[in-house]
């Protein structure tokens, strides 16, 4: 991937109330732009973010990826499931990666093509046409612009869930014991009444 290429400059450039925040980026993963894409985006997705500690956000993260990742071999690559040889010359690639901040995590998919996807309002029983309306419900937000070297990026934002620490378990006090014969500084003195030993 060309060193001068910038994702999201939306996401990078937006003020943080940490300043030390960074964004951080996952390795780069290049696929075919052929429908098994789909799923090995998902599986790449599983994995960084299993691997960040991040496995309550795996379900959304991985329907975003395949949403895009789709988006993406429809604009760019070969949707037949069994493509033919002479449809794979010079067949197009697609490349995904993750980017983590303090509060989120923004998945990213550039393809080739650079006309920029518009969001589709899909009647209730039509087939298609859904993939940005269910990244806009499930991101915080999201965008897509032209590529320096070419091509475009789409990218969503998930917010990463909040951990909530349970409450510390606050340790019994132990009490003294009183009133035990014998134990006590009265019963001592009752024992030197009667002409025992208070052992004072």
């Known amino acids: 991937m060309p060193s001068a290429w910038r994702p999201y400059p939306e996401a990078t450039a937006a003020p943080s109330p940490n300043p030390t925040d960074q964004l951080r980026f996952s390795t780069t993963l290049t696929l075919a732009a052929v429908p098994t894409a ?84 899909s009647g209730e029983y039509a087939e298609g046409g859904r993939g ?27 917010p990463k869930p909040v951990t909530q620490e349970l409450p510390r378990r606050v340790p019994k006090r132990r009490h003294e014991p009183t009133g035990l014969r014998g134990t006590g500084p009265s019963n001592r003195v009752v024992d030197a009444a009667r002409g025992g030993d208070t052992h004072a």
């Not at 040889?85 to 998919?109: D, M």
């Not at 940005?132 to 998930?158: F, H, M, Y």
């Open 38 to 121: 789909v799923g090995a985006a998902r599986r790449y997705v599983r994995h960084e973010l299993t691997s960040a500690n991040l496995a309550a956000l795996v379900d959304d993260a991985e329907l975003v990826a395949s949403e895009l990742v789709t988006n993406a071999i429809i604009a760019t690559g070969v949707m037949a499931t069994e493509p033919k040889w002479p449809e794979l010359e010079g067949l197009a690639v697609v490349r995904i990666r993750l980017g983590f901040s303090t509060s989120s995590v923004f998945i990213e998919v550039w393809d080739h093509d650079s006309e920029l996807p518009v969001q589709q309002q």
């Open 132 to 158: 940005l309306a269910i990244v806009a419900s499930l991101c915080t937000r999201w965008n897509a612009q032209p590529a320096q070297d070419g091509g475009k990026a789409v990218w969503g934002e998930l």
